[in-house]
């Protein structure tokens, strides 16, 4: 499966553009407006992630500037009804945060931003994605710590411990929790600041939300600080 194309921009259309790569190949890769309006002019370079659609008369490849944004159409083309026209015509009118931020505050009209969605398809992606929102919105804070330390950490069985080590395991337990809440924090504190919020605005609502609800984990937390950052009224 071709994941990515890079070379010089040969041309661009309405919506697609013809690259050529150093072999010589040229790949037709169709985009969201956004992408579009990002690129160079011709003759400049681009590298695109890319995504295949394959149907029976057709094999299309699908391009996007990041692997977010590649992610997003991936969710978008799951919901019955949204094919890859639809779902980069949302990327196009909404772009990443706008989609993110939509669907996490459950606003279906901001969908009908989009050409071609109407009211009963903004409603199903309301509805259908709207809890698997935040798990995209976290991988990319997710995938930096996992840059930054370089730790793979692997889940063991537990033995069961004796009556003499269960104060230290309880306190082990513990201090496992608030390292666990921390992560959390940090994570939703990202996606918000990707979101566009302020870091104090964004601390507060991600402070409320974890007094509020101690266990809540990532995505939860940032569903929860989204509420309370929402417009009221």
């Known amino acids: 499966m071709i994941g990515k194309v890079s070379g010089r921009l040969d041309h661009r259309a309405a919506d697609h553009v013809l690259i050529e790569t150093s072999g010589g190949v040229g790949y037709l890769v169709y985009c969201s407006d956004r992408t579009l309006v990002s690129m160079p002019g011709p003759?400049?370079?681009?590298?695109?992630?890319?995504?295949?659609?394959v149907r029976e008369?057709?094999?299309q490849l699908i391009g996007f500037m990041t692997l977010a944004e590649r992610e997003w159409y991936r969710?978008?083309?799951?919901?019955?009804?949204?094919g890859a026209r639809a779902a980069l015509a949302i990327?196009?009118?909404?772009?990443?945060?706008?989609l993110a931020r939509a669907?996490?505050?459950?606003?279906s009209a901001a969908f009908r931003a989009a050409p071609g969605i109407g009211p009963k398809i903004a409603q199903r992606l309301v509805l259908e994605l709207k809890a698997k929102a935040p798990a995209i919105m976290a991988m990319g804070a997710e995938g930096a710590r996992a840059s930054m330390t370089g730790e793979v950490i692997e889940a063991q069985?537990?033995?069961?411990?004796?009556?003499?080590?269960?104060?230290p395991a309880r306190s082990a337990a513990a201090r496992s929790a608030v390292a666990r809440t921390a992560v959390a924090q940090a994570d939703a504190l990202s996606a918000l600041g990707n979101l566009g919020y302020g870091p104090g605005e964004a601390a507060a609502a991600v402070t409320e939300a974890i007094g509020a609800d101690p266990e809540l984990d990532t995505a939860g937390l940032i569903r929860a600080a989204l509420r309370l950052l929402a417009p009221k009224g």
């Open 43 to 53: 003759g400049g370079f681009v590298s695109l992630y890319t995504d295949l659609l």
């Open 57 to 59: 008369d057709l094999l």
């Open 75 to 82: 969710l978008l083309v799951s919901v019955q009804g949204v």
């Open 91 to 98: 990327l196009g009118a909404l772009g990443t945060d706008g």
């Open 103 to 107: 669907l996490s505050l459950g606003d």
């Open 157 to 167: 069985p537990a033995a069961a411990p004796s009556p003499a080590s269960a104060a």
